[in-house]
């Protein structure tokens, strides 16, 4: 049975950082690209940030760009969310996935559709 488990979210102050990490077991990791997801407080989830799976690109909500980097480690089959300034609107419960899907006209390959348990982001003074 596929399992993602994120980790990594909790309360940080606005302009602070935290790192998700999305450990996936009994699942060919490195065949599939992976993404992270959120969802608000209200809101429909949205796509976050996506990788290949070698790495060799990546793409983010602009919403984002310039302030969260994902990456993987396929050896640990583990992906990470460096998030950094932080603001008030990142509050949300994150989501891993893993499995193909179309953002901005390009596809990325994968397998399968998986998604972790989630994690919150709570972004507070």
């Known amino acids: 049975q596929v399992q993602l488990v994120e980790s990594g979210g909790g309360l940080v102050q606005p302009g602070g950082s935290l790192r998700l990490s999305c450990s996936a077991s009994?699942?060919?990791?490195?065949?599939?690209?992976m993404a992270w997801f959120r969802q608000p407080p209200g809101k429909e989830r949205e796509l976050v940030a996506v990788?290949?799976?070698?790495?060799?690109?990546?793409d983010y909500a602009d919403s984002v760009k310039g302030r969260f980097t994902i990456s993987r480690d396929n050896d640990k089959n583990t992906v990470f969310l460096q998030m950094t300034n932080l603001k008030v609107e990142d509050t949300a419960v994150y989501y891993c996935?893993?499995?193909?899907?179309?953002?901005?006209?390009?596809?990325?390959?994968?397998?399968?559709?998986?998604w972790g348990q989630g994690t919150q982001v709570t972004v507070s003074s």
């Open positions: 990788i290949t799976s070698r790495s060799d690109a990546t």
């Open positions: 996935r893993a499995g193909a899907l179309s953002f901005r006209g390009l596809y990325y390959p994968g397998r399968g559709d998986y």
């Open positions: 009994e699942f060919t990791f490195s065949e599939s690209a």
